[in-house]
């Protein structure tokens, strides 16, 4: 079956940036949407990207557009967030979520987390 594992989180100063890595098993070819997911706790999860599967469509949330890019590595079979000029805002657990195809409301398979801190 499918799994997720995200790496790449850390400790960064304001205005800085980050790369998050989404590594992907069990499967080849480019058949599930993958999306990045943060989460503070006490508060509701937030998507913040998704890419479908085949035409690659991306999609971004309001607060991060602009300043976060996902992209897909087909060799290596891993799904990065570019994350620049970082806010306090975005410190929180990002994750990665995959289902079949397309981008949706519910998603079936998810990694562990990895933090993400931003501050002075």
């Known amino acids: 079956q499918l799994h997720l594992a995200e790496s790449g989180g850390g400790l960064v100063q304001p205005g800085g940036s980050l790369r998050l890595s989404c590594a992907a098993s069990?499967?080849?070819?480019?058949?599930?949407?993958i999306a990045w997911f943060r989460q503070v706790p006490g508060k509701e999860r937030q998507e913040v990207s998704c890419?479908?599967?085949?035409?690659?469509?991306?999609y971004y949330d309001n607060s991060v557009k602009g300043r976060f890019t996902m992209s897909r590595d087909g060799a290596k079979n891993t799904v990065y967030l570019q994350m620049n000029s970082l806010k306090p805002d975005d410190t929180a657990v990002y994750y990665c979520?995959?289902?079949?195809?397309?981008?949706?409301?519910?998603?079936?398979?998810w990694g562990q987390g990895t933090q993400v801190t931003v501050s002075s």
């Open positions: 979520a995959a289902r079949a195809h397309t981008c949706g409301y519910t998603y079936d398979y």
């Open positions: 069990g499967f080849t070819g480019d058949t599930y949407a």
């Open positions: 890419r479908t599967s085949g035409d690659g469509r991306i």
